[in-house]
Structures are given as structure tokens and as C-alpha cells.
């Protein structure tokens, strides 16, 4: 179980990273917009509270993939991990990359969408680069239809 207190950006109340069925979230137009200047943008890896998928209360700050930038102001991201999973459909390999400090390969889960809200982040990662977002995108719009 994790020591982050109920304080820790994108945990709980209002900003909270929520798991959003992407099926449902309406029509999605991904984009690769990075700008450093602190807010999260399409393209850019940020830190948030991300959920175990059993919902249970518990679960991990981590990196995320910022992909789309919804009407309501939030933002639909999926999840990275060092973990790995060569031969896993829904996983796409990233390589290694500034947001992993000790310079591990990483993978992006694609079967997981996350909400996020600009006040429920920790902090700015860095900008994917274009060819690698560009991968994403295109599973994105293999799984789930989205532009």
C-alpha cells in the first residue's frame, strides 16, 4: 500500500484521476500539442495518482501519456509502466525515455484510459517524441476508432 497521503495531487475530491470507459467518452481527437510551460498537453508525460484497477482505494503516483484534451477541460491520458510486456496486444513499447530517471525501457497501456484534471497532476515529465506519440495515436484509432 502506498504512503502518499490524501494530499497527493489527483488522489481524491474534485481533481481526482478517474478511469473513464473509452467507449463511451464521445468522439476523441487526439493531438501531439507539447508546450513546457507547466500545463499538461497533449503529448506530454505527466505525474498523477493513478488507481489500481480494482478500485479499492489504493494505488500509485505514475507517469501517464496526456493524449487528448476533452470539451470539459480534462484530459485523457494512459498509464506508462517499467514493467515488461513484449508479447501483450494491449501494451505499446516505448522504449526508454526522461520520465524514468534510472533510464528503464517503458510500455503504455492502451486498454486503460484515465481522466485527468489540470490540478490533479504533480508535475511535467517531458514531451514524447512526435514518431513515438504517433505510434500511440495509431493504436489509439486501431482499439478505440479515435482520430
Aim: proline share 6%.
Amino acid at each position: 500500500m502506498s504512503t502518499f497521503s490524501d494530499e497527493t495531487p489527483g488522489r481524491s475530491g474534485p481533481h481526482a484521476t478517474t478511469e473513464a470507459d473509452p467507449r463511451e467518452v464521445g468522439t476523441v481527437r487526439t493531438e501531439y500539442a507539447p508546450a513546457h510551460d507547466g500545463d499538461p498537453d497533449p503529448g506530454e508525460i505527466v505525474w498523477t495518482w493513478v488507481p489500481y484497477e480494482e478500485n479499492d482505494g489504493r494505488g500509485k503516483d505514475r507517469p501517464v501519456l496526456v493524449v487528448a484534451r476533452e470539451a470539459a477541460g480534462t484530459l485523457l491520458a494512459v498509464q506508462l509502466s517499467s514493467k515488461r510486456h513484449d508479447d501483450d496486444r494491449e501494451w505499446v513499447a516505448l522504449g526508454s525515455g526522461p520520465w524514468d530517471a534510472s533510464g528503464r525501457d517503458s510500455w503504455l497501456n492502451i486498454d486503460r484510459v484515465l481522466r485527468l484534471h489540470e490540478d490533479g497532476m504533480r508535475r511535467e515529465a517531458c514531451a514524447l517524441d512526435r514518431g513515438r506519440f504517433d505510434l500511440v495515436r495509431r493504436r489509439l484509432y486501431e482499439r478505440y476508432g479515435w482520430t
